[in-house]
C-alpha cells in the first residue's frame, strides 16, 4: 500500500524535467479519451521518445467502501489479483478448483471449533461448567488443511504471471490501495501491448484467488512492518481514528483481528460488486 498522490506527484515532476520544461510553462498533454460501450473509461497519451508504453489502471474502490466484518477486504483483493487465472498460475484448474473449496470448508470448520473453545473456557472459568476439550477436534482440522495445501502446491504454479510479464519485458509491476482507490501498474515494450491487454483482460473476467490463506498472512505481517514498528504511522492511525468518527476515512490501514477472519467468499463478493468496468479507468503513456 503506496501514497498514490505522492507517486502522481513524482511522476509529474519526472514528465516535467525530462521535457525539459520549467515550473512557468504550460503543460498540454493531449489526451485521447475513449469511454467504452460497457463504461471503462480509457485515457491514451503518446509520447515517442523510448519505445515503450507505461500503464495506470485505476478502479473506483478502496478502504472507504469496507463495512464492519470486511475491513481490509480491497487490500487483500490487491493482493489476490496477482495469483492469476484459470489459464495462469496453475497446471490443473479443475482438481485446484475442488482443493480450494474444501480448503474453505475446513478452514471454516476451524474458525467454529476455536470461537467454540472460546467459549467452553469462558464458561469453565467463570461458571463452572466443565465441557469436553475442543483441542483434539481442532488439531484434526488443523491435519487436515495441510494435507489440502500440500495437494494445492502441486497443481499451482507460484507467481507465474509475474513471470510471464518479466519475460516479456514488463517492469515496474505494482499496486496501491488508498481510501478511494486501488490502483496497479506496470510498463512494457511498445510491441507488447496487444500482449498485455489480453492478460490484463483475462485477469478481470478470470481471476482465480489462489494461495489464499498464505497472502492473507502476508497482508496481516505488511501491516506489522508498516504500521505497528513505525511510531509516526502509528500515531497517524490514532490521529485519524479519532478525527474521523462513525466515517470510512477512520481506517487508515486494515485491523488484523479482521482481516485474520476474511473468507476467499468475501474477497470474492467485494471483486463482483467493485472491479466493473464502470468504476475502471485505464491510462496508457508511450509509444502508442
Do not use: C
Not at 496487444?194 to 478470470?206: A, D, F, G, Q, T
Amino acid at each position: 500500500m503506496y501514497k498514490p498522490k505522492f507517486l502522481i506527484l513524482i511522476l509529474l515532476i519526472l514528465f516535467v524535467t525530462s521535457s525539459g520544461l520549467t515550473a512557468g510553462d504550460n503543460i498540454k498533454l493531449n489526451v485521447t479519451k475513449h469511454v467504452l460501450s460497457n463504461g471503462m473509461t480509457l485515457l491514451l497519451l503518446e509520447r515517442h521518445t523510448a519505445p515503450v508504453f507505461y500503464s495506470y489502471v485505476y478502479f473506483k474502490v478502496g478502504s472507504a467502501n469496507e463495512v464492519g466484518g470486511v475491513i481490509g477486504a480491497a487490500h487483500l483483493l490487491e493482493h489476490m489479483m496477482f495469483k492469476g487465472t484459470r489459464d495462469i498460475g496453475t497446471t490443473d484448474f479443475e482438481k485446484e478448483s475442488k482443493l480450494m473449496a474444501i480448503e474453505d470448508d475446513l478452514y471454516d470448520s476451524l474458525y467454529f471449533a476455536r470461537d467454540r473453545e472460546k467459549q467452553l473456557k469462558f464458561e469453565k472459568e467463570n461458571l463452572g461448567i466443565d465441557s469436553m476439550d475442543e483441542s483434539a477436534m481442532i488439531q484434526a482440522l488443523i491435519d487436515s488443511i495441510a494435507v489440502i495445501e500440500n495437494e494445492l502446491s502441486s497443481v499451482i504454479v507460484p507467481n507465474e504471471l509475474e513471470e510471464l510479464y518479466s519475460v516479456n519485458g514488463a517492469y515496474g509491476y505494482n499496486a496501491g490501495t488508498g481510501y478511494d482507490m486501488t490502483s496497479y501498474l506496470v510498463a512494457f515494450p511498445k510491441n507488447r501491448l496487444e500482449l498485455y491487454m489480453m492478460i490484463e483482460s483475462e485477469r478481470l473476467k478470470n481471476p482465480v484467488f489462489r494461495e489464499f490463506y498464505s497472502e492473507r498472512n502476508v497482508v496481516i505481517e505488511e501491516r506489522r512492518l508498516k504500521v505497528d514498528t513505525q511510531g509516526d504511522t502509528k500515531l497517524f492511525e490514532q490521529l485519524v481514528g479519532t478525527a474521523f468518527i462513525a466515517h470510512p476515512y477512520q481506517i487508515f490501514w486494515e485491523w488484523k483481528s479482521e482481516v485474520a477472519n476474511l473468507t476467499r467468499r468475501e474477497i470474492t463478493d467485494f471483486f463482483r460488486k467493485y472491479y466493473g468496468p464502470g468504476r475502471t479507468v485505464m491510462a496508457i503513456v508511450g509509444d502508442l
